[in-house]
């Protein structure tokens, strides 16, 4: 019984830009199943009016006040760019060849 | 000769105020027994010896000055490679992390700094936190002391089996589903994660938000008290930081010594004393148990029935949220950044060329699950499911506080097993942190210390209190130590005199 089909699986790799090869696809796809399988029982519990909890020690409303504060220069947020030009961090086109 | 690498971080504290000792004596030692035994043990990823010997050199000037001091200045300590360092390479044990040099310093490094601490180096962990053994880590294996062969537990396994192995006084380690608590019990050290909050999380790499927590990893509950005092404490730069919360827990630690617990009542964790327990892991904590009695408090059983979810809820919700933490790793930014050859260059076939090289597969799996959980269609039966169980949880635990002060169990449902065993089944990895992922998700202070040895190898018990209730966490493990005086004399690496292994 397979929850996953490959596709699926590729598509969660697109999702997370995460490239799988073939053989990931499938070693993925074996691992998520056999994890899922241990923890569905999790699952009974969505019909119950319980609220959910997001945070354990939720805070609200937590701000400073509107006041400049130092930050990075520019060269340092430049230091560990894997490519920068011009004071800007260079990036590969975003859209592609057709 | 090496005398100070077997001291606690309290006595190496007396002797510097006294002046009897020089921080940089203490370097001087710790560094040759690094050289002498880490190959072994693999506990370093990186030393940083001259901001460490800065430090020492400022601390031992200001000191011959007459000039007074933060407790713990001059006491050297070791930091989880997920610690932002500034101007030390912090990987997080990743590749896509390698040779990353911050241009800042994380919360609890500029507390440490303030309070003069010389940085040994940055110790090893599993990838982005993600492990309970340390073998994820893309750059190296790290040994448990007591036996090589054995795992040191993680994702702080390097933090722990650098205390373990006297490498350090002190370790600070993080702890989202027990990475704390787990190695420290597998180590035979003392491991505590404090109340959801109280320690800033602001340049710890995230992992899970709902659920980090930066922490001490010490030999006695003492030097975890004396290190928490320094780290813990609000922070406006970090939006889950507790507003006004500094627990005393170095008294707290001073009135636990005592041993009196008259009329204290604690309630052993029913679901967690049997089933899936190792028989010499129940032995221990049975005769811990009957230690605490003798102490003059009362013990009762309390059913937890909630827990039976734990496990499920956090391998959703900490995937889920590290799903969308990791989203930064793009190679955009800072870090590796690797570009397909086989297919045209695009913003986005770079970032998914990168993270595919860039990442271990325990990252990609449980990047990829926690995806799959928050995706539409999904969401309710897991996420919202899991937050549910959160909520189911803290009710729990908020009842069985009513009737009792604490809550104890063993931390490790087994000794530290085999490096590099290949399970089957994932899950059997994920459920060495099935005491320790509680404490997690509703949020709570808990903390672990050595109890005994099984099969040669340590055993711990586990002290869990309610939400800020991190004084009584402190109180019950003083108690305990000095009740259960637990022998590390069979420690490989425990010498007295001589610094010959």
């Known amino acids: ?98 | 000769m090496r005398d100070l690498i077997y001291k606690s971080a309290s006595e190496l504290n007396e002797l510097l105020k006294s002046q009897e000792i020089t921080s940089k004596q203490i370097l001087d030692e710790l560094y040759e027994h690094i050289e002498d035994v880490d190959l072994k043990i693999g506990a370093y990823l990186r030393l940083s010896k001259d901001e460490a010997y800065k430090t020492a050199e400022e601390v031992d000037n200001a000191r011959t000055k007459g000039e007074t001091l933060p407790e713990l200045a001059g006491v050297p300590i070791a930091l989880k490679d997920i610690v932002v360092t500034k101007g030390i390479e912090t990987t997080n044990a990743s590749h896509i992390l390698e040779g990353w040099i911050p241009q800042y310093d994380a919360t609890i490094v500029e507390k440490i700094k303030n309070a003069k601490m010389p940085i040994i180096g940055k110790t090893n962990m599993d990838e982005f936190a993600m492990g309970s053994t340390t073998e994820t880590s893309y750059y190296k294996t790290t040994h448990n002391p007591w036996d090589l062969n054995k795992i040191p537990g993680g994702s702080s396994g390097g933090s722990a089996s650098a205390v373990s192995a006297f490498e350090a006084p002190l370790a600070i380690g993080t702890d989202t589903g027990g990475s704390i608590r787990q190695p420290a019990a597998v180590t035979g050290i003392v491991g505590i994660k404090p109340t959801y909050g109280t320690v800033s999380r602001y340049g710890l790499i995230a992992m899970a938000s709902s659920l980090d927590q930066a922490g001490p990893m010490t030999r006695s509950v003492m030097d975890s008290a004396l290190l928490q005092s320094v780290i813990q404490g609000h922070d406006n730069r970090e939006s889950t930081s507790l507003p006004d919360f500094n627990p005393d827990i170095v008294s707290a630690t001073k009135d636990g010594q005592k041993m009196d617990l008259t009329g204290k009542k604690i309630g052993v964790i029913k679901e967690l004393h049997g089933e899936g327990f190792d028989k010499g892991i129940l032995d221990n904590f049975d005769k811990s148990v009957s230690l605490l009695k003798d102490m003059g408090a009362q013990i009762e059983e309390i059913s937890m029935p909630s827990l039976k979810y734990s496990l499920g809820a956090y391998y959703i919700i900490m995937p889920c949220e590290a799903s969308s933490n990791l989203a930064k790793f793009d190679g955009m930014r800072f870090g590796l950044r690797v570009e397909p050859k086989d297919i045209p260059i695009t913003n986005e076939s770079m970032m998914m060329e990168t993270r595919k090289e860039g990442f271990g597969w325990e990252t990609k799996r449980r990047i990829l699950l926690g995806t799959y959980a928050l995706s539409a269609g999904f969401y309710d039966a897991y996420y919202m499911s899991a937050q549910k169980v959160r909520t189911l949880l803290i009710d729990e635990f908020n009842k069985a506080f009513g009737k009792v002060d604490a809550l104890i169990c063993p931390t490790s449902p087994t000794p530290a097993f085999d490096l590099d065993s290949k399970f089957d089944n994932p899950v059997t990895m994920y459920k060495q942190d099935i005491a320790t992922i509680p404490a997690n998700l509703a949020g709570l202070p808990a903390g672990s210390i050595p109890n005994g040895l099984t099969n040669g190898l340590p055993s711990s018990i586990q002290v869990i209190a309610n939400q800020k209730e991190d004084e009584k966490v402190y109180y019950y493990l003083a108690a305990l130590e000095k009740a259960i005086k637990f022998d590390n004399s069979q420690n490989p690496y425990y010498q007295t005199t001589k610094g010959e292994i």
């Open chain 1, 1 to 98: 019984m397979s929850q996953f089909s490959d596709e699926e699986i590729k598509h969660l790799g697109d999702l997370s830009r995460i490239r799988l090869s073939d053989n990931e696809i499938h070693k993925m796809k074996d691992e998520l199943e056999l994890i899922l399988e241990s923890i569905n029982s999790i699952s009974e519990v969505s019909k119950l009016d319980i609220k959910p909890t997001s945070h354990p020690l939720p805070l609200t409303n937590v701000f400073r006040e509107d006041e400049p504060e130092n930050s990075l220069t520019q060269n340092e947020a430049l230091s560990s760019a894997p490519k920068a030009i011009d004071g800007k961090f260079m990036s590969p086109k975003i859209l592609g060849e057709e």
